[in-house]
């Protein structure tokens, strides 16, 4: 599908989400897109539930509340949101941009805001031979998106954290058989969660297969009918399978934005203080991403620099149009 907006947001977490509030105020609408299923960016995907004190006004707002409001806050602007999907190509079309994102739906944009922390969010993925085969069909996921479709289906979880666990425990009940795989046989979750495994283990509602590596996939055409693994001695066990969730935890890596041919300094972009203006015209970068001397890297940091930009992006895309300062106490925020 072909999209246009005025401005296309790169990253949904702190820094993207306060720069669509910035940009609507100054009426330019904006698409956002983010790697992962959720907004939020490292205050979702890393610490939901710890508490940040150096938000200002909020003595204390943990890493999930502060998205909430952020997200409310960019509502009444009506931001288009392109989550699960990662901005694979960006290059210059007539006046604006061309952006490509990973599941080939693409976005025109007058002006572009990189607000892509330390890059895209994504999975570890196992390194198991033609695992691509199987992550096409749905073989293997790395995500739960609908409970729905896991039901009467012979599971295998892999990992030894909350995900993994939690997933376990939510599976048992629908699916035909879940088996959870770890190289270890204790698990770093909580201790009520710990508690139900036990209980569902002790009911043969869900098997552990510890201490136990993922070693190979087997079916053929992407269609997984079993996991193989592997102890340290060498010993395999092939578990029946139609879905595998590996929860190995997330990595970041700016990819494909090295490419684009932005001045970069130690894998940042390197942007003007003031208007956050990058090497190429028309694209401003903010938040983690962003760098220029002695560039304090903190949530309220990319908040101004977000502002900075709107405000630039502003006058790049209406050029000679006279733009009168306003405070939001004198402009309001229809939809609130
Ligand atoms: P991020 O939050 O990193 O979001 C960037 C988003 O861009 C990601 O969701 C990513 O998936 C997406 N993305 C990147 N590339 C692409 C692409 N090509 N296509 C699609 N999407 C892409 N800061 C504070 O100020 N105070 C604190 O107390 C504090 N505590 C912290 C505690 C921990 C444990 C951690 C890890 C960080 C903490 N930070 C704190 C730092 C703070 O979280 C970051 O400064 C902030 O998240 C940066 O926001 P951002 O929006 O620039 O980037």
């Keep these: 599908m072909q999209h246009t907006t005025d401005i ?8 993207g989400l306060f ?14 897109i983010d790697a992962l299923p959720d907004i939020g960016g490292q205050c979702v995907a890393l610490y939901p539930e710890k508490p940040i004190y150096d938000i200002p006004a909020f003595p204390s707002i943990t890493g999930a509340d502060l998205i909430t409001q952020l997200a409310a806050q960019a509502r009444p602007f009506k931001p288009v949101y392109h989550l699960g999907q990662q901005v694979v190509g960006l290059e210059a079309q007539g006046n604006g941009w061309l952006l490509t994102l990973s599941g080939g739906d693409t976005i025109t944009a007058g002006a572009v805001i990189i607000a892509a922390g330390a890059g895209a969010f ?16 749905g073989g293997v996921q790395y995500y739960v998106r609908r409970m729905a479709d896991y039901t009467g289906k012979r599971v295998v979880i892999a990992g030894g954290g909350d995900s993994a666990v939690d997933w376990a425990l939510n599976l048992a009940p629908i699916a035909a058989h879940v088996a959870l795989v770890h190289r270890r046989p204790k698990f770093r979750a909580a201790p009520e969660s710990l508690a139900q495994l036990e209980a569902l283990v002790a009911t043969g509602k869900v098997e552990l297969v510890v201490p136990y590596q993922l070693d190979g996939l087997q079916g053929a055409h992407g269609q997984l009918t079993a996991v193989r693994v592997v102890t340290l001695e060498g010993e395999t066990r092939d578990l029946p399978a139609d879905v595998l969730l590996p929860f190995f935890g997330l990595s970041m890596e700016l990819g494909p934005i090295l490419d684009w041919g932005l001045n970069l300094e130690r894998n940042h972009i390197a942007v003007d203080q ?3 203006a990058t090497s190429r015209p028309g694209i401003f970068a903010v938040g983690d991403v962003a760098t220029y001397p002695h560039k304090l890297k903190l949530i309220l940091t990319g908040f101004a620099e977000a502002a900075h930009a709107a405000h630039a992006a502003h006058r790049y895309l209406f050029p000679g149009q006279e733009m009168h300062f306003e405070y939001s106490t004198t402009k309001g925020v229809t939809g609130l």
């Design 19 to 32: 720069a669509v509030f910035e940009c609507g105020m100054l009426k330019t609408r904006c698409h956002v």
């Design 8 to 15: 296309a947001i790169i990253g949904a977490g702190p820094t």
């Design 122 to 137: 994504g999975p570890n993925r196992p390194p198991l031979d033609g695992i691509e085969a199987y992550e096409a069909t």
């Design 274 to 276: 003031a208007t956050c």
